[in-house]
């Protein structure tokens, strides 16, 4: 019996505290003079700088995978195949597909041009280069998510979030004691002792908030050194670019020389063809006519109705703009709007 009243009691004084950080959460708000305790200075700063810290490091984290991995439908691919892998506990299969790594894939055709071709096989030196700088990209990749983007991941889910949930728990305590302070009354439920246990609260939160953000903002050092690794592999990567386009830069002059010192063979003439003038009217015709047109530079699968789906290369006949962002066209008997970027317009409307 004692313990189920003494239960019932707190649970009063709780509910009673609750209602007294709302009211004066909401006297506050509709009045801006109330009467309410402010920290010093010194200690606003400190709330500024940390504020200013987390706005910078969310940034970041949301802006890094897009600079890494530029299209959105890949990013997305990949970042499912990263989620699957880890819930089946086995390494990534999937690699972002550098544009670069593309081109490189159509040089390497190259090889079908015959092997007196030098044009086939300036082509498939430049695959074989382009592929190194892609392999120096996906180097690149991992090392900025390794020592970047995870360190600030983990100071924003963690540290950061830390000393927002004792920021949090300090406006409360504040709300309270400054309810307490400003609705005692002679003879009323609310004690000098209970005033002062209520400051004694703020004091010890506030000290905590204190302590969490001034460690957090002097041990910047670990963040100065982040950013200097992100600039270095920037820097490796840059060179490593820089030094396989000079090396394939030097066999193409070579393939080219190469081709100047060929004999020269004897030259056919051409037949003279004539045309008459129906085809001739035709061409003209045929070439007036033409469509405007875009071709996809990435799948893009519709989600609301309306949309038009399409995967990469398709040529799509554009009907009208919409806007700056979006387009109207049709495909393989489907039409519908699709966003701009993800298109290369190859005649305009």
């Not at 007196?116 to 082509?123: K, N, Q």
Request: with cysteine.
């Amino acid at each position: 019996g004692i313990n189920a009243e003494y239960m019932g009691e707190e649970e009063t004084k709780m509910a009673a505290r609750w209602l007294g950080k709302k009211t004066q959460a909401l006297s506050e708000a509709v009045n801006k003079s109330a009467d309410k305790t402010e920290f010093e200075p010194d200690y606003v700063e400190l709330e500024k700088r940390t504020d200013a810290t987390r706005n910078v490091v969310d940034k970041l984290t949301k802006s890094l995978p897009t600079y890494l991995h530029p299209n959105p439908l890949a990013r997305s691919k990949l970042s499912l195949s990263s989620t699957v892998s880890k819930m089946q506990k086995k390494a990534a299969a999937q690699r972002y597909p550098h544009s670069l790594g593309e081109i490189a894939e159509i040089c390497s055709k190259g090889s079908e041009l015959g092997e007196e071709s030098i044009f086939g096989a300036a082509l498939v030196a430049s695959a074989d280069s382009f592929n190194q700088i892609v392999e120096a990209n996906h180097a690149f990749d991992a090392e900025v998510s390794q020592n970047f983007l995870e360190p600030l991941k983990t100071l924003l889910v963690k540290d950061l979030a830390e000393i927002q949930k004792h920021r949090k728990k300090l406006e409360g305590r504040r709300l309270d004691y400054d309810y307490k302070r400003t609705h005692q009354k002679p003879g009323g439920k609310i004690t000098d002792a209970d005033i002062k246990a209520a400051e004694m609260k703020v004091e010890e939160s506030k000290a905590l908030c204190e302590s969490s953000m001034s460690n957090l903002l002097d041990s910047d050092v670990e963040q100065v050194g982040q950013l200097a690794a992100f600039v270095q592999a920037y820097l490796s990567f840059a060179r490593t670019t820089a030094g396989t386009l000079e090396q394939l830069s030097e066999v193409l002059e070579e393939k080219m020389l190469e081709s100047k010192s060929r004999p020269v063979r004897e030259r056919k003439p051409l037949p003279k063809v004539s045309y008459d003038d129906d085809e001739d009217y035709e061409e003209q015709s045929s070439g007036s006519n033409e469509k405007p047109a875009a071709r996809a530079l990435f799948d893009f699968e519709a989600e609301n109705a309306g949309e038009l789906s399409f995967r990469e290369g398709d040529i799509i006949t554009l009907k009208s703009r919409l806007d700056e962002n979006w387009l109207q066209g049709e495909v393989r008997g489907a039409s519908g709007i699709f966003p701009s970027s993800y298109v290369e317009i190859i005649r305009d409307l």
